[in-house]
């Protein structure tokens, strides 16, 4: 009755999960489509299922989810500011030029974007 043990919950600082993760979303995304603004139920499956098979982790659609959605919320608060007048991105370093006193105006107006 020995079964291999597995990781319950997912490390979601791992670049290889990270990478794998988004990955099989893009792939998902492509063969099945979006529903609304997320995946369709059965594509959640099939990302729970490929992370559990290549990652030997456990964890819920529902962590998925949680974290396509924190994603999706960074992404959009990255390209708020790189989108921003002034050219303050600079895409050769991939670095935001701000001086202090324009990221605190910035994170006052954005909240979001003190993770950056």
């Not at 990781?7 to 792939?27: M, R, S």
């Not at 608060?77 to 989108?83: A, D, G, P, R």
Request: charged residues 25%; glycine residues 2%.
């Amino acid at each position: 009755m020995d079964q291999p043990s597995q990781n319950f919950g997912i490390n979601w600082k791992n670049l290889e999960v990270v990478k794998t993760f988004l990955q099989t979303c893009v792939q998902e995304v492509s063969i099945n489509g979006r529903q609304c603004v997320s995946l369709r139920p059965n594509s959640w499956n099939k990302v729970k299922i490929v992370l559990e098979e290549t990652r030997s982790v456990t964890f819920s659609q529902k962590q998925c989810k949680n974290y396509y959605d924190y994603l999706k919320e960074k992404y959009q608060v990255w390209l708020s500011i790189t989108q921003k007048t002034g050219n303050v991105y600079d895409p050769a370093t991939n670095t935001i030029n701000m001086k202090n006193i324009e990221w605190d105006e910035y994170i006052k107006a954005h909240p979001k974007a003190a993770k950056l």
